[in-house]
């Protein structure tokens, strides 16, 4: 960086010297990027984390922090607990550092209701990022065109029952669902100091569509300056606030912060307030610095999600949350989207990690499931090493597998076939053995293949002949881990056994009897000799072929 800017290190390092060397540093403890983050350059701004990550996938050190870096990352390295927005000496919110939080709270604050991520892991380029362009005195939340209006316009105080003492109660406006409402509040500076307290009806009586008694409300909030959205049950005295909130959202600077909770199918109160956490702010807040866009989801289905019966922990369903509670629990703490829109891949193989899943039936050579050609479902999660080592036969191997899963594969056809794992997210490595378990003589390995839509999937070719059975092997290169489809091609060669009309591996009485049901026809599976009718000349092949299939 010196080399090419030379002011960087004899001036000052400005913001234009932290964005270049955003663009040209890489490496452990150089480059900006989060640890727990993906990004496309390799390495992260934790030294001691990157190098623990790229010990076991040096990929990350190589090519790029991906997914399964920044994963890695997650359940190998120490989180900081979080910090407190404005703690001194927290760094500051333009500048890249190794610890969460900033100095400046009000910033901290609106970059954290966006991120969670920059207060409870670390201050990374992301959320200097977030900084740069949230904590603006001159933001405002954008309100769609289609989006509903506060009725109450700014300096009255029409809408609030109980929340602004010495003032005479309003009536709460309709809030409608799924939708956005756009609105503001204003506080003047006194003395005495006026609050505008905006409070919304949210009328869920009708939403328990499926009659389990809850409803499901997911709050989206986004606020220029900071503000909070609570909801309270409908007619709450002002006292409700902040302690028994059955939920608070907090947003600033443009910030879009969301929460959800369960609720019973009654009336209840949206509160929109100036300060943070439910404590309503007096500090004073003009009508512009005042707006923000409020938005109520409401599904009828609603349950806890840790413990309830969606679904494993270590397979991927499109309920959030698992079964086991605690496993939930802490696969939650890292990722809460987890107990909020599904359960997708990236929790099943964090709950893996976490948790500690079982092995897959087939994790062993000896317990390979059979399989045809077709599709079939791979899974990772919980696997354990049972194979040798990397072949050096195997293209673009860089590491060793850490974990893999077995298959056999009797071909009912010769030639040439293809072999893939392509909608794998994670770094793949496919091999192919014959001579079953006590020898494993390799005969095919690929780690990654350019034919496949997604980077480090794997695709290869492979010919096979009749009488073979194949040895699968599907590994994650160093702790890569994840869910996948196996897809075995029919091989484009001559079937293996035409004469096994129906299936059974062996030429039998049956096959007599299919082929007189077919005697008679015009080509098709029972013209064995070719001659283009099925005729006596085709008892004569059955005949010879009689017996196993090879």
Request: with cysteine; charged share 15%; aromatic share 6%.
């Amino acid at each position: 960086m010196c080399q090419s800017r030379p002011d960087c290190c004899s001036v000052a390092w400005d913001a234009t010297c932290v964005v270049e060397a955003e663009i040209f540093c890489e490496g452990c403890g150089i480059t900006q990027d989060s640890c727990f983050l993906p990004h496309v350059k390799p390495g992260c701004i934790a030294e001691a984390c990157c190098e623990t990550v790229c010990a076991q996938d040096d990929y990350c050190c190589a090519v790029e922090w991906d997914d399964t870096c920044a994963l890695l990352a997650q359940i190998n390295c120490d989180g900081s607990e979080p910090v407190a927005c404005g703690t001194p000496g927290s760094g500051s919110c333009l500048t890249p550092h190794g610890t969460p939080a900033c100095e400046d709270e009000a910033c901290c604050d609106t970059v954290c209701a966006s991120w969670e991520s920059c207060c409870s892991v670390t201050w990374d380029q992301l959320c200097v990022s977030l900084a740069t362009s949230l904590c603006q005195s001159t933001c405002q939340p954008g309100c769609p065109e289609i989006a509903a209006r506060e009725s109450e316009l700014c300096g009255q105080r029409t809408n609030d029952p109980v929340f602004r003492p010495g003032s005479p109660p309003g009536v709460p406006q309709a809030l409608p669902w799924n939708a956005d409402l756009c609105g503001q509040v204003q506080v003047n500076a006194g003395p005495p100091v006026v609050n505008d307290v905006d409070v919304f009806l949210l009328d869920l009586r009708t939403a328990d569509t499926d009659g389990d008694g809850l409803v499901k409300a997911r709050v989206l909030f986004t606020a220029a300056s900071p503000q909070f959205a609570a909801i309270v049950p409908a007619g709450s005295a002002s006292s409700v606030l902040p302690a028994n909130a059955l939920l608070t959202v907090n947003s600033s600077g443009c910030g879009t912060a969301r929460n959800w909770t369960c609720l019973a199918p009654n009336l209840w109160w949206v509160v929109v307030a100036r300060g943070k956490d439910g404590v309503i702010s007096g500090e004073p807040t003009d009508c512009n610095q005042g707006r923000y866009r409020l938005r109520v989801e409401v599904e009828a289905t609603c349950f806890e999600p840790c413990g309830a019966n969606v679904g494993s922990c270590f397979e991927p369903h499109p309920l959030p949350g698992c079964v086991d509670a605690a496993c939930c629990a802490q696969t939650c703490a890292v990722d809460p989207d987890c107990c909020d829109l599904g359960w997708d891949e990236t929790c099943a193989v964090l709950a893996g990690q976490t948790c500690g899943a079982p092995p897959p039936v087939n994790n062993t050579c000896v317990t390979a499931t059979s399989v045809s050609s077709g599709s079939h479902p791979v899974s990772l999660i919980g696997a354990t090493l049972n194979g040798p080592p990397v072949p050096t036969s195997c293209r673009v191997a860089s590491a060793d597998s850490a974990s893999d899963v077995w298959f056999r594969w009797s071909p009912t056809a010769a030639g040439e076939t293809q072999i893939d794992v392509c909608d794998a997210s994670w770094d793949s490595r496919i091999e192919v053995f014959r001579d079953g378990c006590g020898t494993l003589t390799p005969v095919a390995c690929r780690d990654d293949s350019p034919f496949c839509p997604i980077s480090r999937a794997t695709r290869l070719s492979v010919m096979v002949t009749c009488g073979v059975d194949y040895l699968i092997r599907v590994s994650g290169v160093s702790a890569s881990s994840g869910v996948a489809t196996l897809t075995i091609s029919l091989p484009n060669g001559p079937e293996c056994c035409p004469a096994d009309l129906d299936g059974s591996d062996v030429v039998d009485a049956g096959d007599i009897g299919s082929l007189l049901v077919l005697f008679g026809q015009v080509g098709g599976p029972g013209d064995l000799d070719g001659s283009g009718l099925v005729d006596a000349g085709d008892i004569s092949v059955l005949l010879v072929a009689f017996g196993p299939c090879p």
